[in-house]
């Protein structure tokens, strides 16, 4: 079944840390991994998307990196701001729909 | 550059009714992908069109519907409203599909009572 989990469910740090969330899939056959930030009240925004063949990419201090053998995938947040609050969902991409699979997300609070 | 745009942004509709929800996408973006957003399930896939043709479709029973003009313009529609359509309704616009960026819209909150 082509399934996107995330980890944690929910996290809760102080301003100025880093922290780092991961995704894990079983989508078959895959094309590429986005991750998006989702703030309350509003629509996702795209964050980063990785193909099969990259293994790290950066927005600022959002870093993506994708493990394709292992199928996991993690965002680290760098120096984290108040602003970084809200909802960060993995999305992966099936190779022969083009049909986008959804996790459920994590939600991050930075507190100051 | 004016983002995606939705109306309404919130709704009210009572069981059994219909509602027909509104995406104008990223001027050029010819691709427009709606989806259903609720706590327990989260982001869910409706379905996709791409020059007023539908390409893509999620798992959702035929009560939900959509079609896109040619000015990429597209509408959903929900018939007979259950309790559990209540939900965030979200469109994004992208120039292609596959791998190309989606510029999600602020969303058009539905509740059905």
């Known amino acids: 079944k082509n399934q996107v989990e995330q980890s944690p469910q929910s996290l809760i740090i102080l301003e100025g840390k880093n922290c780092t969330l991961q995704?894990?899939?079983?989508?078959?056959?895959?094309?590429?991994l986005r991750w998006y930030k989702q703030d309350t009240g509003r629509g996702p925004v795209s964050l980063t998307i990785m193909t099969f063949s990259e293994n790290t990419k950066s927005n600022g201090r959002y870093t993506a990196t994708l493990d394709a053998d292992t199928k996991q995938s993690s965002l680290h947040i760098t120096a984290s701001q108040l602003s970084d609050s809200a909802s960060y969902i993995c999305?992966?991409?099936?190779?022969?729909?083009?049909?986008?699979?959804f996790g459920t997300g994590t939600r991050l609070q930075v507190f100051p | 550059k004016a983002g995606v745009t939705q109306t309404p942004r919130y709704l009210i509709k009572t069981r059994g009714q219909q509602v027909t929800l509104s995406c104008s996408p990223i001027s050029g973006h010819r691709s427009v992908s709606w989806y259903q957003q609720t706590p327990g399930q989260g982001l869910q896939f409706l379905f996709e069109?791409?020059?007023?043709?539908?390409?893509n479709k999620g798992n959702f029973p035929g009560r939900f519907s959509g079609r896109q003009f040619s000015n990429s313009r597209s509408e959903m529609n929900v018939s007979t409203l259950e309790l559990g359509d209540s939900a965030l309704y979200l469109c994004a616009s992208s120039t292609l599909t596959g791998l190309e960026t989606q510029y999600f819209g602020p969303g058009t909150r539905l509740l059905v009572l």
């Open positions: 999305v992966v991409s099936r190779a022969d729909t083009d049909k986008l699979i």
């Open positions: 069109y791409f020059s007023e043709t539908q390409r």
């Open positions: 995704c894990n899939y079983t989508v078959s056959p895959f094309s590429n």
